[in-house]
């Protein structure tokens, strides 16, 4: 071999072994994924003249905002015990409970799939399908991961054979929420992809990001949560709205920031990264800092509300802050920041305890109106209203308390946790209303009952309500006519929707704490949803939860929810603790697992 020759390979090799190095010590620094996550998509399987793909971008981002790379290995706080067993007596019970769900989902998933299969929902009543978000497959969609999650791995595979001929071009209705599709639709996708590691699923999340994408395409790079696609594919400019649900706003972290972790397309995290930095900007300059106000103008990046809860319109975002640090592995300090200012005001504002007749110390979770009084001075009202998804504050505080070392909050997760199964328990059907007035109790530490109290508060919501107060109003029969159970004073919304948040802050306080009576409270949960919305075709919403046996109501309506959450979170509790464990997945808005990154 010539001299010249012997070089050129020398200097080849040489080269290579740089590559290796450098790839070594890139894998090392950052935070390394499963196997299948590491491949990002370069052999030509994603169209390049996929619609999405190839739109031009009016308001272009010179340089991407990177993912956190970690300088040394970093290992966040166990969630779930070390120690966590499950004595062979109560799994024995959980074994037959477990298959109650699962029967129960199975039964609503053979409806969907003999009537209404590929639609968005199934109306369970009147046993057609109906199509409430694009007309994509919501409910096919939202339950690839419960299907997998409960080995249901036949069902699986054909469910995903129909979600790979889903176009994400065209749609039924021209305008689409953003924050539903991203929850629901993608997290429901990357979820799948990252228990099966099936790269057609993978293929599906890049299509869809690609079109949530091209709605953060506006002069401050907020995204239209109301997007009208029609518009966007004929390159008609779009605004950020002014106003919109801080929820929706801030809600795309966790699947945009998995999307990238899996691609190593930085352009996803660097898009809803971008939106939580002007959350953290705004959250200590909002009428009540530390909180979001409920509404937000997303044009002019004003956050001058002055309604907050952790409510219905909320839940999500608060949610995804400490979810978004553990899938960041620890190393973006601005989610932990923002958790902890924020929990610390909702507790002083928001939360309280409700005076009941048992006399629990349990906390529930209002809303707070700010108005500004005639010297400048800020006041603060406390509305002593509980809703449905405010229940779960308890399993954001329990995975807090555990992911951030602060045992505080997880004595306040036991107290909400246990607020919402009060709820459910003090209704005679064993269900809580979508919404329901209670009395504030002056001391989380002292709350005697006071029945003239309770009557007395009856009587002024009761008249709140009129155009004129009735000074004759019979407050005894008030109560009888609209079957208040003693601590409530009013139901403004009788409804039950299907919904998961109680179950699911068992689930994570279960998860957290090992508490075992959480197992029976669930269980009695779940009888009394089965008992009160199962249908002929599925499990159908009722009108109000005050009617009781033949009375009952329900609403031609079962939500995807239903499946890809409430039903998913009773089979999890009621199963062994390392399936799906909190050490390994985040659980998005929807309810969908997504695989957090090993430290390195």
């Known amino acids: 071999m010539s001299r010249a020759r012997r070089h050129l390979l020398g200097a080849c090799l040489g080269a290579f072994l740089l590559l290796l190095l450098y790839r070594y010590h890139r894998t090392n620094d950052v935070l390394s994924t499963p196997p299948h996550d590491t491949q990002v998509i370069l052999n030509g399987r994603i169209n390049p003249k996929y619609l999405w793909r190839k739109l031009p971008v009016r308001y272009p981002v010179v340089e991407f905002q990177p993912l956190p790379v970690a300088t040394l290995p970093q290992t966040l706080p166990k969630v779930q015990p070390a120690d966590f067993k499950v004595s062979h007596l109560i799994l024995d019970r959980q074994t037959s409970r477990q298959s109650a769900a699962k029967q129960a989902f199975e039964r609503c998933w053979k409806s969907y799939q003999s009537i209404a299969w590929g639609a968005d929902e199934l109306a369970p009543l009147s046993g057609s399908p109906e199509n409430k978000l694009g007309g994509w497959g919501a409910t096919l969609v939202d339950n690839l991961d419960t299907l997998w999650i409960m080995g249901m791995h036949d069902e699986f595979k054909k469910a995903v054979t129909l979600v790979t001929h889903i176009k994400f071009e065209t749609t039924q209705s021209p305008e689409i929420n953003t924050h539903d599709v991203n929850i629901h639709l993608l997290g429901g996708l990357l979820a799948a992809f990252d228990l099966s590691g099936d790269q057609k699923l993978l293929e599906k999340s890049i299509e869809l990001g690609d079109m949530l994408y091209a709605a953060f395409d506006t002069p401050n790079r907020m995204p239209i949560i109301h997007w009208n696609t029609h518009k966007a594919a004929r390159q008609e400019e779009q605004l950020a709205e002014e106003s919109v649900l801080g929820a929706e706003l801030g809600s795309f972290t966790l699947e945009f920031t998995r999307l990238s972790q899996i691609t190593g397309d930085l352009k996803y995290f660097d898009a809803a990264h971008r939106v939580m930095k002007l959350f953290d900007r705004q959250q200590d300059a909002t009428k009540l800092a530390g909180l979001w106000p409920v509404s937000a103008n997303a044009r002019e990046e004003l956050f001058d509300d002055d309604v907050f809860t952790l409510g219905a319109e909320a839940s999500s975002m608060y949610k995804s802050l400490t979810l978004a640090y553990a899938l960041l592995g620890g190393l973006e300090p601005m989610y932990r920041k923002m958790y902890e200012n924020a929990t610390l005001t909702a507790a002083v504002y928001n939360l309280f305890r409700p005076m009941n007749l048992e006399g629990k110390g349990v906390l529930v979770s209002g809303t707070v109106r700010v108005a500004i009084t005639d010297n400048g001075n800020s006041q603060t009202y406390l509305e002593a209203q509980m809703q449905y998804r405010s229940c779960f504050a308890g399993g954001m505080f329990a995975l807090g308390g555990a992911l951030l070392n602060i045992p505080t909050h997880q004595e306040i997760a036991h107290k909400l946790v246990d607020g919402c ?126 009617d009781e046996g033949s009375g009952l109501t329900p609403k ?34 929807g309810g969908h697992p997504l695989k957090r990154p090993k430290a390195s």
Not at 499 to 525: H, K, N, Q
Not at 560 to 567: A, D, F, R, V
Not at 572 to 588: A, G, H, M, Q
Request: hydrophobic residues 40%.
């Open 421 to 546: 199964i009060w709820a459910h328990r003090v209704i005679p059907l064993g269900i809580m209303p979508e919404t329901f007035d209670v009395v504030p109790c002056a001391s989380q530490t002292n709350c005697p009952w006071s029945e003239w109290l309770w009557k007395q508060e009856v009587w002024k919501k009761a008249n709140s309500l009129e155009p004129e107060p009735n000074p004759n109003l019979n407050v005894d029969t008030f109560i009888r006519d609209h079957r208040l159970p003693k601590g409530i004073i009013g139901i403004p919304d009788t409804a039950y929707n299907l919904r998961p948040d109680a179950i699911e802050s068992m689930f994570t306080l279960y998860r957290v704490s090992g508490r075992e009576d959480l197992l029976d409270a669930a269980w009695d949960m779940f009888q009394a949803m089965q008992g009160a919305t199962q249908t002929k075709n599925g499990n159908a919403a009722i009108f109000a939860v005050t």
């Open 556 to 589: 031609d309506s079962m939500d995807s929810m239903w499946m890809s959450q409430t039903l998913k979170y009773f089979y999890l509790i009621f199963s062994s603790p390392d399936l799906t464990s909190l050490d390994e997945f985040v659980f998005n808005a």
